[in-house]
């Protein structure tokens, strides 16, 4: 049931809703919901390699980068549901260039690197979304 339910708020928000069934119920399967209370840290470049995945079920999460170089033209950005964060750290195996904090009482799935990685092969769709 919750398995289902999980697919369910996927399919609302790209790129889960293009994935197909086999990859949508792997993801389902494996994500665990996580709280973050506002302003907790989620993921900072000191906690170092990233070994889980985030997708936003509810609330809000700030992206942050961090340091002195700039990777991207955004010096932060808000994060909603259905939006997933760090996918380049977790692709690259490395910590994160950002900081993610809650903006508000968030609620994430989460999932391990290497389900990610094995999504990434068994999902083109989603593969080429990261």
């Known amino acids: 049931m919750l398995v289902d339910a999980t697919a369910d708020m996927l399919r609302r928000h790209s790129p889960f809703d293009r994935m197909d069934q086999k990859a949508l119920a792997f993801l389902s399967e494996r994500a665990k919901l996580g709280y973050f209370p506002k302003d907790s840290h989620i ?25 002195e170089i700039n990777v991207t033209e955004y010096s932060s950005l808000t994060l909603g549901p259905g939006e997933c964060f760090p996918i380049g750290a977790i692709s690259a195996r490395r910590p994160s260039t950002n900081a993610y904090v809650a903006v508000e009482d968030s609620f994430c799935f989460q999932i391990s690197a290497d389900d990610f990685l094995h999504l990434m092969q068994i999902s083109p769709v989603f593969h080429l979304f990261c």
């Not at 993921?43 to 936003?56: A, E, R």
């Open 43 to 67: 993921v900072t470049p000191d906690m170092g390699p990233v070994s889980t995945f985030y997708i936003i079920q509810r609330g809000k999460v700030l992206a942050r980068q961090s340091g």
